[in-house]
């Protein structure tokens, strides 16, 4: 899980919130099921009635609140707020969603399902009542099988949510998916056929996932075992490259994007430098300057960040300015105004040719 932030950060007014659902347990998915409505074999339009109603939703208010009701809910998460979710336009069948066996089977009831695209944890669990201070919990009356959105209750349920904190879980994504601009019914994953365009912003954001600093670390451990785990240079062409290996190199480039987690910060030991070794490495070869980050980054928005900071190069060769930009570009999307997902990046420059 990454840091936490508060509700208001990611549902900045009533109206982002399409509703509540009643659920048995905590989201473990990128997914929100439901139940049939009509012919699962023909697969009518009834057939789909909740998934698609809760995509056409997402539309004008992609957030939704989820929280513990039902015969099979725990005592212990009954009336409990559990989930925050922005939820995707996209809908279909779940087994397009969950394709593990087991989960298949575990969810064989709701066989329809909305696709999410983030999905927070509320802190604590409140209650919705002894918690949150709401005189009943009638707000989940016919939000079983459905998202519902009494006005007034809902509006009563943001406030009262509005200083709770959330932690945005770290699930695996759905395979090859790209959020459409409209409404759209899904039968496999991944997608028939995607632009090249699409395409060239999924092998980014693919990129983004794979830059995660504990993957980083875990595999220079390894290879630093099994070169002997010594701080020298590996001579091996093992297909890892080290700082001390770029220091080594001639590197003039303008630009060197390092859009990872933490790649501006330092070990954190007293008389450390306040540079990680990866973002120092590349300025002693020679880089100009470097666009790091101070902690953790959110995926989609670090790729969306970083692509919009390369595509304002034409406009400003100022690295600082195009970041400064992107950021105020970033932050009016629904979702991002919190400085979680738009402030990790800083820019650095060497001050001597």
Known sequence: MTHSVHFQHVVSSPDDLMGVKAVFGALAGRAMCFGSHGDAKLKDPKHFQSARISAQYAAERPMLVTVG??????????????????VSKVYGETPVFYTAPEDRERLSRWPVATALLDVYEVEGF???????????????TSAFDLVVRPAEKVE??????????????DLPPLVNFR???????????????????????????????????????????LNQSANGGGPGRSTSNDGLLHPDEIEGLNIKADTVILSACETASGNGQPGAEALSGLAQAFLYAGSRTI?????????????????????????????AERLRRSMRTLKVR????????WAPFVVVERTIS
């Not at 009563?156 to 879980?169: C, E, F």
């Not at 409404?183 to 995660?212: A, D, F, H, N, Y």
């Open 69 to 86: 009701g039902g015969g099979e809910c725990p005592p212990d998460l009954q009336g409990r707020v559990l989930n925050v979710a922005k």
């Open 126 to 140: 409140p209650r919705l009542v002894e918690d949150l201070g709401l005189p009943d919990r009638t707000i989940l």
């Open 156 to 169: 009563a349920l943001w406030k009262a949510l509005h200083d709770v904190s959330l932690r945005l879980l």
């Open 179 to 221: 959020e459409p601009d409209r409404v759209t019914l899904v039968g496999s994953m991944p997608p028939v056929s995607i632009s090249k365009e699409e395409g060239q912003q999924l092998s980014k954001e693919v990129q983004v996932l794979e830059r995660r600093s504990e993957l980083a670390r875990a595999a220079k451990a």
């Open 291 to 319: 666009l790091a980050t101070q902690w953790k980054v959110e995926s989609l928005s670090a790729a969306s960040l970083m692509s919009q900071t390369a595509v304002t190069l034409s406009s400003t060769p100022d690295v």
């Open 334 to 341: 629904k979702g991002y105004a919190h400085p979680a997902y």
